[in-house]
């Protein structure tokens, strides 16, 4: 069993890379992020190596495969083998995206927008207890990163989520970096979004770099992961984090991923921007938690 989160844990991605120097070293990061996907084998030295980085480190597994907000119900192979890898990591955390990537037997590699209609949530919510029932716990669900808005949408994002978490109970992976991209790309209104959220229900928050797209007219905001967070998005952190000021907090850096030292460098700089954010929490009881499966 993984080791329990601290409150206002700070996290980073966990890469192959990256693995030895975290065993060499006493504990550098507060949690550790995997993408379920990328370890799902049976074994091998792979698995035996993230065994042994779960004895010290608290894990969360953010899949990218299941495919939630698509028609079709959650493919049963792919779901075993993600409640195999839960059960054997007992992580702190496990979440999903709202998207779709999958339709009659065919997987794509892009987590694609969900219509935000009735019809979909009826599909999503399914969906999720499917996957809730089958883990025997809570999943975070991430709000997504977009570029064009669906012309058949009848509901807004923020309503959209929080009719999600009332009707399966999930909760939300809130990623501030993708909040900040939507209403750049998409000209939605930032603060009314973010105010309108089921903030009781946010059990973590992401931050990541992206970049912007000048070849295009508008310019567009990629999320591409391929940088350090920008100041719009520190911005944003030091202005919500308050509102679940006991989430744990991951930095994503999935292209151009850089040295462990420098990593580290972006987590203890979240550190600092909670620490302005919320000045009390460093006298907090930080004795560790499970947090609420």
Same mark, same amino acid.
């Given at each position: 069993?993984?080791?329990? &989160?601290?409150?206002?844990?700070?996290?980073?991605?966990?890469?192959?890379?990256h693995?030895q120097? %975290?065993?060499?070293?006493?504990?550098?990061?507060?949690?550790l992020? &995997?993408?379920?996907?990328?370890?799902m084998?049976?074994?091998?030295p792979?698995?035996?190596?993230?065994?042994? %980085?779960?004895?010290?480190?608290?894990?969360?597994?953010?899949?990218?495969g %299941?495919?939630?907000?698509g028609?079709e119900?959650?493919?049963?192979?792919?779901?075993a083998?993600?409640?195999?890898l839960?059960?054997?990591?007992s992580?702190a955390?496990?979440s999903?995206?709202?998207?779709w990537?999958?339709?009659?037997?065919?997987c794509y590699?892009d987590?694609?927008?969900?219509?935000l209609?009735e019809?979909? *949530?009826?599909?999503?919510?399914?969906?999720?207890?499917?996957?809730q029932?089958a883990?025997?716990?809570? &999943?975070l669900i991430?709000?997504?990163?977009?570029?064009?808005?669906?012309?058949?949408?009848?509901?807004?994002?923020a309503?959209?989520l929080?009719e999600?978490?009332?009707?399966?109970?999930c909760?939300?992976?809130?990623?501030?970096?993708?909040?900040y991209?939507?209403?750049?790309?998409?000209?939605?209104?930032?603060?009314?979004?973010?105010?309108?959220?089921?903030?009781?229900?946010?059990?973590?928050?992401h931050?990541?770099?992206?970049?912007?797209?000048?070849?295009v007219?508008?310019? %567009?905001r990629?999320?591409?992961?391929?940088?350090?967070?920008?100041?719009?998005?520190?911005?944003l952190?030091r202005?919500w984090?308050?509102a679940a000021p006991?989430?744990?907090?991951?930095?994503e850096?999935?292209?151009?991923?850089p040295t462990?030292?420098r990593? *580290?460098?972006?987590?203890?700089?979240a550190r600092?921007?909670?620490?302005t954010?919320?000045?009390g929490?460093?006298?907090?009881?930080?004795?560790?938690r499970?947090?609420?499966?």
């Amino acid at each position: 069993m993984s080791p329990s &989160l601290t409150p206002n844990a700070v996290g980073i991605g966990f890469k192959p890379q990256h693995a030895q120097a %975290l065993l060499a070293a006493p504990r550098t990061a507060d949690f550790l992020e &995997l993408h379920a996907e990328n370890h799902m084998s049976a074994g091998g030295p792979a698995r035996e190596e993230l065994l042994e %980085l779960a004895e010290r480190y608290p894990l969360s597994v953010h899949g990218v495969g %299941l495919s939630l907000g698509g028609a079709e119900r959650p493919d049963p192979a792919h779901l075993a083998r993600l409640v195999e890898l839960v059960n054997r990591l007992s992580p702190a955390l496990v979440s999903e995206h709202l998207a779709w990537s999958r339709l009659d037997g065919d997987c794509y590699n892009d987590l694609l927008p969900v219509p935000l209609t009735e019809e979909s *949530l009826t599909l999503l919510a399914r969906n999720i207890d499917i996957v809730q029932q089958a883990l025997g716990r809570r &999943l975070l669900i991430e709000n997504p990163s977009l570029y064009v808005t669906i012309p058949i949408n009848t509901l807004d994002e923020a309503d959209f989520l929080t009719e999600l978490v009332a009707r399966t109970g999930c909760g939300l992976l809130l990623d501030l970096n993708n909040a900040y991209i939507c209403a750049h790309n998409l000209g939605r209104d930032l603060d009314a979004y973010l105010a309108a959220l089921p903030w009781q229900a946010v059990g973590e928050m992401h931050l990541a770099g992206h970049s912007l797209d000048t070849a295009v007219e508008p310019p %567009l905001r990629i999320d591409d992961h391929g940088g350090p967070v920008t100041e719009a998005v520190w911005s944003l952190y030091r202005r919500w984090a308050p509102a679940a000021p006991e989430a744990p907090t991951l930095i994503e850096w999935d292209a151009n991923v850089p040295t462990l030292d420098r990593w *580290l460098e972006e987590a203890e700089l979240a550190r600092a921007h909670r620490a302005t954010a919320l000045p009390g929490e460093a006298s907090r009881d930080k004795a560790p938690r499970r947090m609420p499966a």
